[in-house]
């Protein structure tokens, strides 16, 4: 007989190791999806009884005895109507990355995600071992089946649920953001739906967890593969797919929807809000603070740190020396003004002084060099470091992707925080987020970021008119060739034949090699692209590989 499906995308912001709390969200939701929606189905994301990744939580011996028991919460709610949760499952020795569909009071049926993602960011070899069989379960006479994540990027999961008789594919994700992300997704979805010749309903978690940010982007693709409804990205929700059903069990979409495509300046200007926000909030700072420096990065750090938290939970310093403009002053106390935050000047001329005086006697008879210019930045680490003990608040370093990737940063100086916003921002992209947060503004008459910070040499004000081309390529150059060497892995030799200098190419190649040690000490930051510097790309320290092809 012909029919209706609501299904229920319970697109989630859950919390690692918070087992009880996660729980008690999944019953709440379930409760809800009943009564605003009267949901069939309520789907959660993957691994939402842990949350993802848990990494080597799953080790803890008491991991399965916790689990066990918020499925049983689960069962004994009694839910009226059919809850999909993930969650780690252990027999003996081995454990599964597996999901439940639960039904008043019972567990129907349960599947072990059978492909494994160990590649960037994924490390689920180290932990799981892989199903290898189909779960469809029938619901309101419908065979339908449910697979998990990675199960969608391989093709043998669906064949398999095809020929199982399924006529619906319900996929749990928990699968984290970088540029262009939402576009493969749907591309992988149009195709795999072609595959099965049934519509995929894809639930992805949403949320910050450390470097990794979910961006949501549930969507279900319907049989003619067709993206039919996507929900925002980036918010948490209850979204309801409707569906209806032929005598032959063949799906069509209900009420089709859409969302407007987010630019690539949005979409990581809203990661680096949901990333800050979920950081410090689950990790329960009382807010942030970071240095002001006049400067683009700190200036876009700023905005962000605003956006994610209020302006009563962040804190900016400006730390001047005798080399800092009244430029970089007034940019900084303008922006603070405008964005409300509360500001502080803390001058480091006789922290420096008293440095260079403890260092007299090291330092007599050599040359001035960078060891000066380092003072200073360690002298601001300092101070920083110094306000978030006292005050519980988070520090915020402003490093970006460029800089870090060339050593132009300072250990124990601007490096000394605990979350930095840009790390994989390169500079010419937050040139570009500082336009874009000011066009959003735009109708208030008031720019967050002052124009003479987007319009000025970039420049780190460590000695008299510097300014970081004195020692770097330009940004629109260097960019490029570390987008070839970085994220590409092309070689010093590929990236001349694209039309560069080679001199300047092997500099920047070897200072990248060079600096790999920095970076291992540098604190977490928002990974956008797909080899962020963290647990995208790992190279040793040590190693005598040479530049060349």
């Given at each position: 007989?012909p029919?209706?499906l ?7 912001n859950l ?9 008690d ?12 929606h009267g949901?069939?189905?309520v ?8 949350g ?7 080790l803890r011996?008491?991991m ?8 049983e ?22 454990i599964?990355n ?7 009071g ?20 180290r ?5 290898n069989a ?9 065979p ?10 391989e093709?043998?999961p669906?064949?398999?649920a095809?020929?199982?008789g ?8 928990a699968?984290p ?8 997704r749907k ?9 099965g010749?049934?519509?995929?309903v894809?639930?992805?978690?949403v ?9 949501g982007?549930?969507m279900l693709?319907?049989a003619?593969?067709?993206?039919a409804?996507?929900?925002?990205v980036f918010?948490?929700g209850?979204?309801e ?10 799906f ?8 407007a495509?987010?630019s690539i ?12 926000r979920?950081?410090v909030?689950?990790?329960k700072?009382?807010?942030v ?13 700023l905005?962000?740190?605003v956006?994610?938290l ?9 730390m001047p ?5 009244q430029?970089?002053l ?5 922006q ?6 509360n ?8 922290i420096?002084a008293?440095f ?10 050599l040359?001035?060099d ?11 680490g300092v ?10 608040h988070l520090?915020?370093t402003?490093?970006?992707?460029s ?9 124990y100086?601007d ?24 066009e ?11 124009q ?6 970039p ?13 770097l ?5 260097l ?13 010093a ?6 039309g560069?200098v ?8 070897r200072?990248?090699?060079l600096n790999?040690?920095?970076r291992?000490?540098?604190p ?17 320290i040590t ?7």
């Amino acid at each position: 007989m012909p029919g209706k499906l609501k299904i229920v995308m319970a697109q989630l912001n859950l919390l690692v190791g918070d087992i009880d709390g996660n729980t008690d969200r999944i019953i709440d939701s379930c409760r809800q999806a009943i009564e605003k929606h009267g949901a069939d189905i309520v789907a959660f994301p993957e691994l939402s009884l842990t949350g993802y990744p848990p990494e080597d939580l799953l080790l803890r011996p008491s991991m399965q005895i916790r689990v066990e028991r918020a499925l049983e919460k689960i069962v004994a709610a009694n839910l009226e109507t059919y809850c999909v949760v993930g969650f780690p499952s252990r027999h003996n020795d081995i454990i599964y990355n597996a999901l439940a569909v639960i039904h008043g009071g019972e567990v129907l049926a349960t599947y072990h995600k059978q492909c494994l993602p160990n590649y960037q960011v994924f490390d689920e070899r180290r932990y799981f071992q892989p199903g290898n069989a189909p779960c469809v379960v029938n619901i309101k006479g419908q065979p339908i089946a449910f697979t998990i994540c990675e199960d969608l990027w391989e093709p043998e999961p669906v064949s398999q649920a095809r020929d199982a008789g399924a006529n619906l594919l319900v996929n749990i994700n928990a699968s984290p953001f970088h540029i262009g992300k939402q576009e493969e997704r749907k591309s992988l979805l149009v195709q795999r739906s072609q595959e099965g010749e049934f519509p995929i309903v894809y639930i992805n978690l949403v949320g910050g967890q450390d470097e990794l940010v979910f961006d949501g982007g549930s969507m279900l693709v319907d049989a003619a593969a067709e993206t039919a409804l996507e929900v925002p990205v980036f918010q948490e929700g209850l979204f309801e797919a409707q569906l209806s059903f032929n005598e032959d069990g063949k799906f069509s979409i209900d009420s089709p929807a859409s969302q407007a495509t987010m630019s690539i300046e949005a979409q990581v200007y809203a990661s680096l809000v949901l990333g800050v926000r979920d950081y410090v909030n689950k990790n329960k700072f009382r807010g942030v603070v970071l240095g002001l420096s006049g400067g683009i990065d700190s200036a876009v750090t700023l905005a962000v740190a605003v956006d994610a938290l209020g302006s009563d939970r962040v804190e900016a310093v400006m730390m001047p020396f005798e080399y800092t403009s009244q430029l970089s002053l007034d940019c900084a106390a303008t922006q603070a003004e405008t964005l409300g935050v509360n500001y502080q000047v803390i001058a480091i001329n006789e922290i420096y002084a008293s440095f260079m005086q403890a260092l007299r006697e090291e330092f007599a008879g050599l040359d001035e060099d960078v060891s000066e210019q380092n003072i200073q930045a360690r002298a601001r680490g300092v101070i920083l470091m110094a306000i978030s003990n006292k005050k519980g608040h988070l520090v915020l370093t402003t490093g970006n992707k460029s800089e870090i990737a060339v050593g132009y940063s300072t250990l124990y100086g601007d490096m000394a925080g605990g979350f930095d916003v840009l790390k994989d921002v390169s500079k010419t992209l937050v040139y570009r987020l500082a336009k874009y947060r000011n066009e959003q503004a735009a109708a208030d008459n008031k720019a967050p970021i002052p124009q003479e910070v987007i319009d000025r040499p970039p420049s780190a004000e460590l000695a008299p008119g510097q300014v970081d081309q004195d020692s770097l390529p330009d940004y629109a150059v260097l960019d490029q060739i570390l987008e070839r060497y970085v994220e590409q892995d092309m070689s010093a030799d590929a990236i001349v034949a694209d039309g560069f200098v080679e001199e300047e190419v092997k500099r920047v190649l070897r200072l990248v090699d060079l600096n790999e040690y920095k970076r291992r000490q540098s604190p977490v930051g928002v990974r956008l692209t797909q080899r962020g510097f963290g647990r995208d790309r790992r190279y040793p320290i040590t190693n005598a590989w040479p530049l060349g092809e």
